[in-house]
Structures are given as C-alpha cells and as structure tokens.
C-alpha cells in the first residue's frame, strides 16, 4: 500500500478494512473510518455491480411478474435516498412505500 499511495496506511485505516464487514469490538473504536468504508463499499456496489449480486430468477419460487423487477429497483433508488438525505432505516422505507404504493 504504501509504493502505490506513498504512505503507510494508519491502525485506523488497517482496522477499519479488518471489520467493515462485520461488527467488532474495533467497530466501535473507529466508527467513522468503519463507517466511511462501509459507505465506499456500497456505492461501489452502485457503480461497478456485478452479476451475482442480482435476484437469480431459477430460485424464485414461481414466474417473476414484469412489475417486479421495477418495482424493487424504485424502493431500493428511493430508500437509499432517504438514508443519504438523515432518514432512518423505517423512515427511508416508509417513504419509499409511500411513494411507490400511495394509498
């Protein structure tokens, strides 16, 4: 890491790497750098997503209604929104049920 950056990456920085993906005790030691990579990772998963990550259709337990699909990709757009704009996690999909399914 450090011939490719020109720096050491800190105990902070190792730390964080070890545990985003799991909660560990070093979770709670360095929330902000655990927290920072976590929300890299996901956008990551926004930007470069990869095929395994998508709904395989030969597990679903009957034919997948044509509604579905956008259906799922709206809730998920309008969710992840609300948790970037402060929403906490009922409240993001609250409003994302509420806008897509109005009652």
Not at 10 to 30: F, L
Request: net charge negative; charged share 20%.
């Amino acid at each position: 890491m450090t011939a490719i950056f020109g720096v050491a990456p800190s105990p902070e920085a190792i730390t964080a790497v070890a545990v985003h993906d799991a909660e560990a005790a070093g979770h709670r030691q360095h929330r902000e750098a655990v927290d920072l990579l976590k929300l890299a990772d996901a956008l990551d998963r926004f930007r470069l997503p990869l095929a395994r990550w998508w709904p395989d259709s030969n597990r679903m337990p009957g034919p997948v209604p044509a509604w579905a699909p956008p259906l799922a990709h709206d809730l998920v757009m309008l969710s992840e929104q609300a948790r970037l704009d402060g929403a906490t996690n009922n409240q993001a999909l609250e409003l994302a049920l509420h806008t897509v399914l109005p009652e």
